[in-house]
């Protein structure tokens, strides 16, 4: 369980550049939750998943996983707790490292000792195994290194580590951004599945009201670093793209169109 107490987050404090990035979330998430996250630019979309991952500390408010309260938790500590995916498919994996090493240092970091260990721990035939759901031939590329993938290939496996971690949170930062229609759909089948597979508590940005409706089971909108609209269970099953843009409009009393929500 994810609890989020009145946080707040403010950039440049008392400078001409503040900005309130964040402005009182109060938000619980249950275990095992699939929340879709959409929001405007500078809606304060990764700001939230920063404060959650201890990158960004919250100026106000309480964060409280599993009862914890990790607030004064830096993130090197809270490592443990969650799994990210970044928009960058250069930024959660080792490029110099084979696939199989970041695997390997994936599970060693999961399971708290060292690489040689992990490898030795006879996991090549799991791994290869995970690989080959893919559909992608990785399973016969262990030896390769990360950087020689494409960037859908790079997500895949990115997600595959994100699972081999002890923690049963998964940060989604607008993980197909970067990919063709065709890949991130590819992308978006396999964190469905995995999510469901582990029982992933998860929170995943995206700028496609495509994803954020056919993902998971509940849905957020932020505007202005405050939530506005919450939106789960059978009902967000009934929502449409035009509901979703009408029901910005009514909520925040504004004119938006799609460009300004960057939803397709
Ligand atoms: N490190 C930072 N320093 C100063 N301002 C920041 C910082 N990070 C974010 N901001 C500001 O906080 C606000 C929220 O940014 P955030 O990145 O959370 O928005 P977002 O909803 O993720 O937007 P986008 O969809 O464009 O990625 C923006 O005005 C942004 O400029």
New binding site residues.
Partial sequence: MIELRSIA?T??RGTV?E?R?LRGIDLSIPESEFVTVI??????????L?VLAGT?PATEGRIVIDGKDVTPLPAARRARLLARVFQDPLAGTCAGLTIEENLALAEARGRGRGLKLAVRGGSRARWRDRLAELGLGLENRLGDRMGLLSGGQRQCVALLMATMAPSKILLLD?HTAALDPRTADLVVDLTRKLVAEFGLTTLM?T?SMHQALGCGSRLLM?HE?RICLDVGGEAKTRLTPEDLLAEFRRRRGEELDDDAL?LD
Avoid: W
Avoid at 41 to 48: D, E, F, Q, R, V
């Fill in positions: 987050v950039f440049g550049l900005t990035a929001g405007s630019n500078g809606a304060g979309k990764s700001t939230l920063n960004v607008e940005i700028h932020l670093g960057l």
